[in-house]
């Protein structure tokens, strides 16, 4: 049974930067295309960015330019560097495989953007 673990997440102030981790209890990263997600106070939960297996990555227009994700597929382990952070980017975030599985959701890393 695959479980994802998120970790990294915490009170930041506008402008700074976080990097968040996921770790998977299974081998699933050199299987699937992984995913992170958010899911911001009141709204529905969203697709933030995505790596292929071959490290091709895709990112939501709102976090281009200021988020990278990258994997280590030797570590089961998949991240979200995040930089000039912004109120908006406030939310709970989640990694899945993408497309996303709704048996493998873990509880997420909550980050508040705040001053």
């Known amino acids: 049974q695959v479980q994802l673990v998120e970790s990294g997440g915490g009170l930041v102030q506008p402008g700074g930067s976080l990097r968040l981790s996921c770790a998977a209890s299974g081998n699933i990263f050199s299987t699937y295309a992984m995913g992170w997600f958010r899911q911001p106070p009141g709204k529905q939960r969203e697709l933030v960015a995505v790596?292929?297996?071959?490290?091709?990555?895709t990112y939501v227009d709102s976090v281009k330019g200021r988020f990278t994700i990258s994997r280590d597929n030797a570590k089961n382990s998949v991240f979200l560097q995040m930089s000039s952070l912004k109120p908006e980017d406030t939310a709970v975030y989640y990694c899945?495989?993408?497309?996303?599985?709704?048996?493998?959701w873990g509880k997420g890393t909550p980050v508040t953007v705040s001053s």
């Open positions: 899945n495989t993408f497309p996303a599985r709704g048996t493998y």
């Open positions: 790596i292929t297996r071959g490290g091709s990555t």
